[in-house]
């Protein structure tokens, strides 16, 4: 079963606006980790955020991680059109012995 | 560095027939992935090996799924017989060590069934 999930499930933007994505999981996580997969380059690793953060910084990414409402977001600022594609969160559950269970993606579309 | 490389690139094959997918994951990640991805989900776990011992098969269908990493290198997914429902991307990623670490991951195996 999945235990993450991502909200929008599509979003399209502007070039140069920012995009906004959500993700909720259901039970105590060892930290939460967000992918990116387009059709170029296959699934690649963005950003891993512990249990004990609450935010992270990567380039133009901007993740926060609120434990307390079992909640991360992926802010983008300043989309570009390589930024084209889908994005999962995925999560280390606690009792999963640090394997991890991808949500089912945000799929984003920037525009020209 | 190199990636974790995959093949075949793609596979179609009739229902009932067997095919087998081959990982080589980066040189020294102890921890080897194959998840499956069927259109329009996120990847889901269907075998986690540390070195070459299985960590978690939990979500692989064993009788017909099977998978093997030799000498905690390369390994092999094989389906056998196969059903339409096993159409999907098989995905294999390595790691140093496992959730702790982020995942690197091939180009994967897009797999028709017919």
């Known amino acids: 079963s999945q235990q993450g999930e991502e909200d929008p499930q599509a979003l399209s933007i502007q070039e140069g606006e920012n995009a906004t994505m959500n993700c909720s999981y259901k039970?105590?996580?060892?930290?939460l980790q967000w992918y990116r997969q387009n059709s170029g380059r296959g699934l690649v690793h963005l950003i891993l955020?512990?249990?004990?953060?609450r935010e992270k910084h990567s380039g133009r990414l901007r993740v926060t991680l609120d434990t307390s409402k079992k909640s991360s977001s992926l802010l983008i600022t300043a989309s570009r059109a390589a930024d084209t594609a889908s994005y999962f969160c995925?999560?280390?559950?606690?009792?999963?012995?640090?394997?991890?269970?991808f949500g089912a993606g945000t799929t984003v579309t920037v525009r020209a | 560095e190199a990636g974790v490389a995959q093949s075949p690139r793609y596979k179609i094959i009739e229902k009932r027939q067997s095919v087998a997918f081959w990982c080589n994951p980066i040189?020294?990640?102890?921890?080897l992935y194959w998840y499956q991805q069927i259109l329009g989900q996120g990847p889901k776990l269907l075998i986690q090996?540390?070195?070459?011992?299985?960590?978690?098969d939990s979500q692989l269908p064993k009788d017909r799924f099977s998978a093997e990493r030799l000498k905690g290198v390369d390994s092999t997914l094989k389906i056998q017989p196969a059903k339409l429902e096993d159409s999907a991307v098989y995905l294999c990623?390595?790691?140093?060590?496992?959730?702790?670490?982020?995942?690197?991951f091939g180009p994967g195996t897009r797999l028709t069934v017919t």
């Open positions: 990623a390595s790691s140093p060590g496992g959730g702790w670490y982020e995942q690197y």
């Open positions: 039970t105590s996580i060892n930290n």
């Open positions: 955020i512990r249990s004990n953060e």
């Open positions: 995925a999560t280390d559950e606690v009792i999963s012995d640090y394997k991890l269970s």
């Open positions: 040189s020294g990640h102890a921890t």
């Open positions: 090996f540390q070195n070459n011992g299985v960590v978690d």
